[in-house]
Nanobody
Framework: QVQLVESGGGLMQAGGSLRLSCAASGLPFKNRGMGWFRQAPGKERAFVAAISWNGGSTRYADSVKGRFTISRDNAKNTVYLQLNSLKPDDTAVYYC????????????????WGQGTQVTVSS
């Protein structure tokens, strides 16, 4: 059974930084693309960032490009999201997701989800 457990969320002022972590179990982690999504109040869940199985390739939503960085440590079965230059619009529940395959580019492949961690950015 796949388990994804996020941590690291919290309340920050605009301009601050946070690092989210997602510990994975129950899947062949190093053979899976991984990603982060977020859901703001009253909005649908949206893609944030994704990373290939070996960390060699990444992709980002335009809204976070240059501010957020996704990375992974396959020895620890953990994926990270570094959030810098936070803005109030970044306020959301952030979800870790695992692809069903080694692919990270097809967002429809993300089929396993964590419970989410809240990030709140005040102005």
């Amino acid at each position: 059974q796949v388990q994804l457990v996020e941590s690291g969320g919290g309340l920050m002022q605009a301009g601050g930084s946070l690092r989210l972590s997602c510990a994975a179990s129950g899947l062949p982690f190093k053979n899976r693309g991984m990603g982060w999504f977020r859901q703001a109040p009253g909005k649908e869940r949206a893609f944030v960032a994704a990373i290939s199985w070996n960390g060699g390739s990444t992709r980002y939503a335009d809204s976070v490009k240059g501010r957020f960085t996704i990375s992974r440590d396959n020895a620890k079965n953990t994926v990270y999201l570094q959030l810098n230059s936070l803005k109030p619009d970044d306020t959301a529940v952030y979800y870790c997701a695992a692809s069903r395959t080694i692919s990270y580019g097809d967002l429809d492949n993300f089929g396993s989800w964590g419970q989410g961690t809240q990030v709140t950015v005040s102005s």
